[in-house]
């Protein structure tokens, strides 16, 4: 909306033209919501204190958390703010991407939200039932879905890294599709939410990544040039994009071991969510089983420990899943294995952007 503002001016005042770049916005975006963090993180962690909304340790979980018990939690509502309030400030209100994104954010968080306050503030320990999460999660997903496919008009075809002939139509089974990737990466990234700073650090760097394929796919000669699917609308998700990277860097602030705040559910499942969707905009979708592969790994943890634990009738593969508490409990501190999850989240963010050429 500032950014709107300041174009009313524009004509009258010429160095006011740089905020016609989406380069200058999205830095902007990500300063924005940095700030916000920064200002309003010790406050939301005083009022949650205050009110009692603190982490529930779950039994069966590591010794080693049970100290954890009661740091607040639900700290989702310091990061999807900071992301809403920085974009839609620096963002163009007439890009319908920025909408669509916009309300995968707000309706995972608010999905999120219900569960948390259930556990916390009810002391509900199940808080939404998994049917119950997983309906209202596909609900939205599938509003969304349908939006892209018959409002905007997205291109059904699939852009595959490393095969730059070979670009299957889903046609309306993109819709589906669409709903799988948004779902999946939803749950995935709160699966991922476990030990401190260890979700915030690597969905930082996916969005970053997610900040230049938006920008390319939004450039035609660039996007022409790399020849990947050009969007042109999807300039402006950089800002989103940005955002969500200074809230993700300001929240780490307060997230990193020792964990003075925790994301909940409204945290996780909102940035999860808002990954797919931002995935499915800038038609980078499949290269997101990369940009995230340490949420894919965390989530393939859990099914094959789950399925083979019932296979064998109680056997398992892991000492324990999500796999970061397999680690924990073959000794690595926490800090370690914290530290080295984000290096790997870099690796692959890294071969990601090289995905960009190798085509």
């Given at each position: 909306?500032?950014?709107?503002?300041?174009?009313?001016?524009?004509?009258?005042?010429?160095?006011?033209?740089?905020?016609?770049?989406?380069?200058?916005?999205?830095?902007?975006?990500?300063?924005?919501?940095?700030?916000?963090?920064?200002?309003?993180?010790p406050?939301?962690?005083?009022?949650l204190?205050?009110?009692?909304?603190?982490?529930?340790?779950?039994?069966?979980?590591?010794a080693?958390?049970?100290?954890?018990?009661?740091t607040p939690?639900?700290?989702g509502?310091?990061?999807?703010?900071?992301?809403?309030i920085s974009?839609?400030?620096?963002?163009?209100?007439?890009?319908?991407?920025?909408?669509?994104?916009?309300?995968?954010?707000?309706?995972?968080?608010?999905?999120?939200?219900?569960?948390?306050y259930?556990?916390?503030?009810?002391?509900?320990?199940?808080?939404?039932?998994?049917?119950?999460?997983f309906?209202?999660?596909?609900?939205?997903?599938?509003?969304?879905?349908?939006?892209?496919?018959?409002?905007?008009?997205?291109?059904?075809?699939?852009?595959?890294?490393?095969?730059?002939?070979?670009?299957?139509?889903?046609?309306?089974?993109?819709?589906p599709?669409?709903?799988?990737?948004?779902?999946?990466?939803?749950?995935?990234?709160?699966?991922?939410?476990?030990?401190?700073?260890?979700?915030?650090?690597?969905?930082?760097?996916?969005?970053?990544?997610?900040?230049?394929?938006?920008?390319?796919?939004?450039?035609?000669?660039?996007?022409?040039?790399?020849?990947?699917?050009?969007?042109?609308?999807?300039?402006?998700?950089?800002?989103?994009?940005?955002?969500?990277?200074?809230?993700?860097l300001?929240?780490?602030?307060?997230?990193a071991?020792?964990?003075?705040?925790?994301?909940?559910?409204?945290?996780?499942?909102?940035?999860?969510?808002?990954?797919?969707?931002?995935?499915?905009v800038?038609?980078?979708?499949?290269?997101?089983?990369?940009?995230?592969?340490?949420?894919?790994?965390?989530?393939?943890?859990?099914?094959?420990?789950?399925?083979?634990f019932?296979?064998?009738?109680?056997?398992?593969?892991?000492?324990?899943?999500?796999?970061?508490?397999?680690?924990?409990?073959?000794?690595?501190p926490?800090?370690?294995?914290?530290?080295?999850?984000?290096?790997?989240?870099?690796?692959?963010?890294?071969?990601?952007?090289?995905?960009?050429?190798?085509?």
């Amino acid at each position: 909306m500032i950014y709107k503002l300041i174009m009313l001016f524009q004509a009258d005042v010429t160095w006011l033209n740089v905020f016609r770049y989406i380069t200058f916005r999205t830095i902007l975006a990500a300063l924005t919501a940095l700030c916000i963090c920064f200002v309003f993180g010790p406050w939301v962690i005083g009022r949650l204190r205050a009110l009692q909304i603190g982490q529930y340790i779950r039994e069966e979980g590591p010794a080693s958390h049970k100290p954890k018990a009661g740091t607040p939690t639900m700290g989702g509502c310091l990061i999807i703010p900071a992301i809403l309030i920085s974009s839609l400030a620096w963002s163009d209100p007439a890009n319908l991407l920025v909408w669509i994104v916009t309300f995968v954010l707000v309706s995972f968080g608010a999905i999120g939200f219900a569960d948390d306050y259930l556990k916390t503030v009810r002391k509900n320990n199940r808080g939404l039932s998994p049917s119950a999460k997983f309906s209202l999660q596909v609900a939205a997903a599938l509003l969304t879905a349908v939006v892209l496919y018959v409002c905007h008009g997205l291109d059904t075809r699939l852009s595959i890294p490393f095969l730059k002939n070979i670009t299957p139509d889903l046609g309306l089974f993109y819709i589906p599709f669409a709903v799988f990737v948004i779902v999946g990466a939803s749950n995935a990234v709160n699966l991922t939410d476990g030990l401190d700073g260890l979700a915030i650090g690597p969905t930082a760097i996916a969005f970053t990544v997610y900040v230049i394929f938006a920008y390319l796919a939004g450039h035609v000669k660039i996007a022409a040039y790399l020849q990947i699917p050009y969007v042109g609308a999807a300039g402006e998700i950089s800002v989103i994009c940005g955002a969500a990277v200074g809230a993700g860097l300001g929240f780490l602030w307060y997230n990193a071991y020792p964990a003075e705040i925790f994301m909940g559910d409204v945290g996780s499942l909102s940035l999860g969510a808002g990954l797919g969707a931002v995935a499915l905009v800038t038609k980078q979708e499949i290269v997101l089983a990369l940009v995230g592969g340490l949420f894919v790994f965390e989530a393939l943890s859990v099914i094959f420990q789950v399925g083979y634990f019932k296979l064998t009738g109680g056997h398992r593969i892991f000492r324990m899943a999500p796999i970061h508490h397999h680690f924990e409990l073959k000794g690595w501190p926490e800090p370690k294995v914290i530290v080295r999850f984000w290096i790997i989240s870099i690796i692959l963010a890294l071969m990601s952007i090289s995905t960009l050429k190798l085509r």
